[in-house]
């Protein structure tokens, strides 16, 4: 629910930030120079031309650097992909205490009910969304309320077991498992299931000399994601990486070309 609220509230300031400068500029047409700020408003009033001008470029590249500071701002699941990219993957029966990655088996201890298709489950990552359609009938979609919900598990290889404390979990790059739609609203459920081959990054600790994962608490990370897809991202990600360097040069061009 924090990440609905924090988007709230950009779009909030943002519509805030419009609404005051549009009354502004409604109130200095009427008062003129009974306003504050009224020499900066009337040069802009007298050379709307050149404003309007340096406004076609500058907008632009505001609307970028805005993009680019919401991507690149921190959160769980880019602390764990980054994270999990530098660290060595131990094996559970040697893992050191501190902040480690395991892979292996999940193998679950208690199980949960999914709220979507009601299946036995470790834990899930839930929904919904409001869906609305425009005149021409296509859907868009609104998530309203989210939650993820995790028993204590367990994790083996070939070398022993785990258990792990899942309080502050992130389900990172894993599919759909489940999607209903009805009564306006869509439903979707994200499943972790007893037997699936996962990656996880946390930190080891133990407790009475029998060891566990927990979340770690100086990175704030405690991320699972699947073995298979993380290769896959691994592979994919310093392409990603380069396409982004090489947008953020033509884009400067650009702005550069049209400033002369």
Known sequence: MGVK??????AYSILGIIAAGFIYFILWIIFKDK???HEYASEISNNYDSYAEKAIVFFPLLFFVFIFIILMKPNAAKRFLRLQSSLPTSKIHSVAKGLAEIEGTLVMKTPLFSPVNNEACIGYYYTIEDIDRDSDGKESYRTIHRETKCNI???KDDTGTIEVEPEGIELVLL??????????????????????KMLLVGYADSRNGIPFMRK??????LGITSSSGITVWNKYQPLLRSFMFTCSIILLIIIYILTQ
């Open 216 to 221: 770690d608490e100086h990175y704030k990370v």
């Open 153 to 155: 598990f367990q994790m």
């Open 175 to 196: 599919e759909e498992t489940n999607i209903s739609s009805h009564s306006g609203k869509r439903y979707k459920e994200t499943l972790l299931k007893d037997g699936q």
């Open 35 to 37: 306003m504050p700020l």
């Open 5 to 10: 609220k924090e988007r709230s509230y950009i």
